[in-house]
Every structure is written in C-alpha cells, then in structure tokens.
C-alpha cells in the first residue's frame, strides 16, 4: 500500500539535502506547464526550500490554450515566475534548417528550447533546475532526451502517475491542476491517446506485473525496451591503458 504521506515527506527531506550538499542558498528553477507533474514538483520544493526560493518559469510557444492552468499554481503558491515565449527562437529554428525536417524532430525541438531556456534562468538566479518527469513517463520513454527528461535534480522520477496525485492532493494543490487530463502540450492530443494505453493500466503493471491485455503489455514492454537509453548516461569509449 502506497503511504502518500510517508513518501510526501521524505520527498521533501531528499530536496533538502540535495540543496544542502549541492546548492546552499541555490533557488530551484521549475519549468511550469499547467499540468499537474510540474505543479507537484514545484509545491514540494516550496514546502522544502519556502517559497522565496522557488522560481516557476512558463514558456509558451505562442499561444497556450491552458496557461491560466500555468498561471493558477505560480499564484497558488505564491511564487515568483516569469514568462518567457519561446515561439522566435522556435521559428528561427524551422526557418533556418537547411533541409525539411521529420515530424518527430518538430515534435521534439520546443521542448529541447525550454530546457535551454530553463538552464539560461537558472545560471542567472543561482538556481538548480527541477527534473518533473514521473516513472509512468519513464517508463516508456515519453519524454524528449535532452529537453524535459533532464534537469539537475528529480523528486518524482521514481513515482507513478496514479502515486503522485495522491501526493498533489496531500500538497494542497487545486484538484483542476491534480486531476487535469495531461497533455503533451506538441501536438494536441491527451498522453494516453498518444500512447494507446491508461496509466492506471500502466501504474498497475509497473508496481504489481499484472496486465489483463497481452497486447497492451506487448506495447508497454517494447516501449520500455526501446526507450531505456533514455534513462541511462550516454556511452562513452574506455581505452585499455
């Protein structure tokens, strides 16, 4: 049985010692979307670090149908953010490609921006860049290597969607913000249309190894498998000397 609050706190004691040794006085920099992974992670580091040590940046790519949702938790928590819009450098990108780009490579360019710009905030306000990147994600890659799946530390990469909503609840957060249907925020559809599956189906496979649908389980194994690179440091050649 998932003890929300016994992981809720010693989450919260994990980002204290994390700045403790890496980052004294540092300020935890989070990418805010509207959706409730970056809300979870920014309120845990508000409850760990206090709010005047939390900085929520929003990063629109031209218009956002759901930044009030972005809007709603910087002001619910009271902490200080900015909006940068990253749609120029975005466009400068496609208008300067030498070549007609892959539909993943468009898919996958405005996140690789926000963390660009995410660390460009962070080198400027003495910060550390909050990972907000749950296990369900992981575990089937869906994420973009090198835009959201980094960061410099991560408090909910080893929880599922299912656990960490029953932490948001615990944090106090919104439930428009705990319970909001995610989206990838790239190309308007919902997570599990995109990924042909339910993360309860997925969390419950995950923790227990039970799936009722052999097909589903085919798809979840072959993601994970193929996606596993995601999640390790990148190779690197070890001369014999």
């Not at 749609?87 to 990108?93: E, G, L, R, S, Y």
């Not at 660390?119 to 907000?132: C, D, K, P």
């Not at 609840?169 to 997570?191: A, E, F, M, N, Q």
Request: proline share 4%; net charge neutral; charged share 25%.
């Amino acid at each position: 049985m998932f003890d929300a609050l016994k992981v809720k706190n010693e989450c919260v004691e994990w980002i204290r010692n994390f700045f403790e040794q890496s980052g004294k006085d540092c300020n935890a920099v989070v990418g805010i979307s509207g959706g409730k992974d970056s809300s979870i992670v920014a309120a845990l580091c508000v409850e760990a670090l206090g709010k005047n040590r939390v900085i929520g940046v929003l990063m629109p790519c031209g218009e956002q149908h759901d930044i009030d949702m972005a809007k709603l938790l910087v002001k619910h928590l009271g902490i200080k953010h900015y909006i940068i819009n990253i749609k120029d450098t975005v466009d400068a990108i496609h208008k300067n490609m030498p070549f007609e780009m892959s539909e993943q490579s468009i898919t996958n360019i405005p996140p690789r921006v926000r963390m660009t710009t995410l660390y460009a905030v962070s080198q400027s306000v003495n910060g550390r860049v909050a990972n907000t990147c749950n296990l369900s994600e992981d575990w089937v890659g869906y994420s973009t290597r090198y835009g959201d799946s980094v960061g410099d530390f991560s408090p909910c990469s080893n929880l599922t969607v299912n656990e960490m909503k029953q932490m948001g609840r615990l944090l106090g957060l919104p439930s428009v913000l705990v319970d909001k249907v995610p989206i990838d925020g790239l190309c308007g559809k919902t997570d599990e249309e995109n990924l042909g599956f339910t993360y309860e189906v997925l969390d419950t496979y995950i923790r227990t190894g039970q799936i009722d649908d052999i097909k589903t389980k085919e798809i979840i194994d072959k993601k994970h498998k193929n996606n596993l690179f995601k999640l390790q440091l990148m190779p690197s050649f070890k001369p014999k000397i």
